[in-house]
Structures are given as C-alpha cells and as structure tokens.
C-alpha cells in the first residue's frame, strides 16, 4: 500500500490539520509566536511548520511581524465574527429558557485568546438587570465565565496566560494574585460551577458553568443584583444552568459537521 505523499488527498488532509493546529496553538498564545515555539508545542519538524506559515501568511489567516515572530491575522476576524453570529444564534433558544427559569439575565461567552468574549445575551425581564454588551471583552480572572471557562486547564496555562494578562482590580473584591485565582479554580471544580460575587462589579453577582462537550471553550451565565442572586437563589438557578448547558452542548456538536 503507497504511503500518502503531501501532494496527495490524505497528505492534504493532514496537512490540513496540522496548520489548524498551528492556528489553535497560537491563539493559546495570545496570538504570537515565533517558528521554536511552535516546534516545541506541536513537536512538528521546523521546516514543517516554516511550509506551513508561509501558506497561512499567504492566505492572511498569519502575518509575520518585523520581530519575524507570527501573529494571527486580520483575514481571521471575518471568520469569527461570523462564528459568533451563528453561535449566537444556535444559543438563543438556551438563553431564553434560562431567562424564563431563573428570572435573571443569561450570557454566553467563549475564551478568545486571552480574553473572554460575549457572544450572546438574553436579557432578564426584572426592571432591574444587568447588561452585557454582545462583543464584550474582559480577563478571565474578574468574572464566573471566565473561571468557568479555566477550571480544566493546567495550572502551568493558567499561570502563563496571567502572565500575558495582569491581574487588574476591578473592585475590591476581584482575584489580584495568581494562588488565589488557581484556589477558586478548584473550587469551581469542586462545586461543580463558578461565582463572580461583586468581582466584576459592585452588587453584581454571577453563576457559570462549561458547555460539556463544545467545539470550542464556551460557558453559559445567569447575572443579576447580588440582593437577588442569594444563596438560596443559587441552589434553585445551578442545577438549570447544567442542564441547559448540557443541552446547548449537544447542539453544537450536533452543527458541528461530522468526519
């Protein structure tokens, strides 16, 4: 049987692969690289991986800067903003059951890089509630998506990405130091969801949980004013929050195509 060539479908095929995983490799970290790093990432020969960024740089998925260091590229954002409206829309159906159960405003978010972005709210029906601008970024460590988001990784990649990131206040209550960040991992993990109680914001309280199972790193979210979101409140919204996002899980795999 001839092995397969680069030239040929299954050679393709992998090739194919590979440079996704290269793209992947690079948004983990924070979207530059140099050609070693992603050797020893993706333990692929460098004139492997130097074939392959030419290629991307070429189509504008990778661009190299002057440092000769490669950053994800600007052709890149059409791709995911179209994502996101299509995620946003799969979720809305969710997001809406979550409102009409816990009463509170539900949010979707994905880690994006660094950072956590939200791609989806359904806003809650109380006069008072909270709001989240659709295209949000903020750092993981001040918010219940973003622990939620975190909780599987290493702690040598969550380390490094806060690294990148700092740990900036955004109250007094906000996670500062990164032992502290790792100890509320395990808790997450423990608890089975995620809490930002005032992190974020003074009187804001939120509850996050992973979608099992999702192509990408997703979480689902109810917020809402601290007075409200009591523990007794949690104990009725969590096992919801579980549910639906077991239930979103299912149905992006399911938009997700097939092998």
Not at 205 to 222: F, Q
């Amino acid at each position: 049987m001839p092995v397969p060539t680069p030239s040929s479908p299954s050679g393709s095929v992998q090739s194919l692969e590979r440079a996704f995983d290269l793209l992947e490799r690079m948004a983990d970290a924070g979207g530059e690289v140099g050609l070693s790093e992603l050797a020893t990432d993706s333990g692929l020969p460098l004139p492997t991986i130097h074939r392959l960024m030419r290629t991307l740089v070429t189509c504008g998925y990778v661009r190299q800067q002057p440092s000769r260091r490669y950053a994800l590229g600007p052709r890149l954002i059409r791709l995911g903003e179209s994502a996101s409206r299509l995620l946003g829309s799969w979720a809305r159906p969710s997001l809406a059951r979550l409102v009409e159960e816990t009463g509170e405003t539900a949010n979707m978010a994905l880690l994006d890089g660094d950072e956590v972005v939200y791609v989806a709210q359904a806003p809650s029906r109380h006069s008072m509630r909270m709001f989240t601008e659709v295209g949000r970024r903020v750092l993981p460590h001040s918010t219940g998506v973003g622990k939620a988001l975190l909780a599987d990784s290493s702690p040598q990649e969550v380390r490094a990405l806060l690294a990148r990131t700092g740990m900036p206040a955004a109250t007094d209550r906000t996670i500062t130091t990164p032992d502290a960040f790792l100890a509320a991992l395990e808790e997450v993990r423990r608890a089975g969801y995620a809490v930002d109680d005032n992190e974020q914001e003074i009187g804001v309280r939120c509850l996050a949980v992973a979608v099992p199972g999702s192509p990408t790193r997703t979480a689902l979210s109810v917020s809402g004013p601290a007075g409200r979101l009591t523990d007794e409140a949690t104990e009725r919204i969590v096992p919801v929050l579980r549910a639906v996002a077991t239930e979103l899980g299912e149905t992006l795999r399911g938009a997700a195509p097939t092998p």
